[in-house]
Nanobody
Framework: QGQLVESGGGLTQAGGSLRLSCAASDRTFENYHMGWFRQTPGKEREFVAGVTWTGSRTYYRTYYADSVKGRFTISRDNAKNTVYLQMTSLKPEDTAVYYC??????????????????WGQGTQVTVSS
């Protein structure tokens, strides 16, 4: 069973930056779409960013929630089995537990958490004002 492990969360001030990493246990995940979600207490898990699998191409497509567009950047390095989320200009409302997820269906990137097959354990991001 494949595993995803997030790291890089922590505490920062508003306007600061953090980079989250999601390490996959094996190369199977290079064939999957990957996404970052976040969740705060009492709320549903929400889509933050997604990146398509590359297949035989050397490029991939990225997708972002409107709330993070222009501030967050998702990328993947298949050679390292790792997906990254670079977060800049952080705001207090970005405070949440961030989860990495993998979707093995293919097709279009989904913004729905229920579609994703594999999840990491989550990493806390706290942005102080």
């Amino acid at each position: 069973q494949g595993q995803l492990v997030e790291s890089g969360g922590g505490l920062t001030q508003a306007g600061g930056s953090l980079r989250l990493s999601c390490a996959a246990s094996d190369r199977t995940f290079e064939n999957y779409h990957m996404g970052w979600f976040r969740q705060t207490p009492g709320k549903e898990r929400e889509f933050v960013a997604g990146v398509t699998w590359t297949g035989s191409r050397t490029y991939y497509r990225t997708y972002y929630a409107d709330s993070v567009k222009g501030r967050f950047t998702i990328s993947r390095d298949n050679a390292k089995n790792t997906v990254y989320l670079q977060m800049t200009s952080l705001k207090p409302e970005d405070t949440a537990v961030y989860y990495c997820a993998a979707d093995k269906r293919g097709g279009s990137i989904s913004y729905l958490a229920s579609v994703y097959d594999y999840w990491g354990q989550g990493t806390q991001v706290t942005v102080s004002s």
